[in-house]
């Protein structure tokens, strides 16, 4: 079984659409992440959920947002996609927020066209 | 806000080489973490180092925690064409992980 596991692994569309990407973790971890990858391959975290409760938002658009129906999972949907949105977006977990290692999925190739 | 800097961007060496990645943070750590990601795959945790002054081996892979715990650095001695990617330190600050921009490793066989 994979522990953190995203769906779609390549999305493609068109600038203005909408789309989802959907995380979720087996791990039983409490914490969950999206972090978005450039073409530098800079990892830069966007967004961490504790138990459900949104604790980091960093200066992403609004059109990003985030939800976490329960603590094992969290989706990310994104409104009228713009050409620099394209990027791999990687969910992560942990268990807490302090000590313990993150596990990441498989990133989500997201190209606008 | 929290800062990680990595150095170098890119290191391109012969296999058998020696090969060193810095990371420098502009805040006291309460830990770092190294992370390496393969061609098109996802980052994978290596190793966590939490006290000062922290040395830590894993086979040809040598970590260290500076005494300040602001800076760290990754060794690898002899490389292997299996040590190819990019290493990512990773400082934990005020609730979150904050990556440097990793250091890609090529290796010439």
């Known amino acids: 079984d994979t522990a953190v596991s995203q769906t779609p692994k390549y999305l493609v569309t068109q600038m203005g659409n909408d789309k989802s990407i959907k995380c979720e973790q087996n791990l039983g971890h409490d914490t969950m992440y999206w972090y978005k990858q450039d073409s530098k391959k800079f990892l830069k975290i966007m967004f961490s959920?504790?138990?459900?409760?949104?604790?980091i938002n960093e200066t992403v658009p609004n059109r990003f947002s985030p939800k976490s129906p329960d603590k094992a999972h969290l989706n990310l949907h994104i409104n009228s996609l713009e050409l620099g949105d394209s990027a791999v977006y990687f969910c992560?977990?942990?268990?807490?927020?302090?000590?313990?290692?993150?596990?990441f999925g498989q990133g989500t190739r997201l190209t606008v066209v | 806000g929290q800062q990680v800097m990595q150095i170098p961007q890119y290191q391109h060496v012969q296999e058998g080489e020696d090969f060193t990645t810095y990371c420098n943070s502009s805040?006291?750590?309460?830990?770092i973490q190294w992370y390496k990601q393969r061609p098109g795959g996802h980052p994978v945790f290596l190793i966590q180092?939490?006290?000062?002054?922290e040395v830590k081996k894993q086979k040809r892979l040598t970590f260290q925690f500076g005494e300040a715990k602001k800076n760290s650095s990754l060794h690898i001695t002899a490389t292997q064409t299996t040590d190819v990617g990019t290493y990512f330190c990773?400082?934990?600050?005020?609730?979150?992980?904050?990556f440097g921009q990793g250091t890609r490793l090529t290796i010439n066989p």
């Open positions: 959920y504790n138990n459900k409760e949104l604790i």
């Open positions: 992560a977990s942990s268990q807490g927020v302090k000590e313990s290692e993150a596990f």
């Open positions: 990773a400082g934990r600050g005020a609730q979150k992980l904050v």
């Open positions: 180092l939490v006290k000062s002054g």
């Open positions: 805040t006291t750590l309460s830990n």
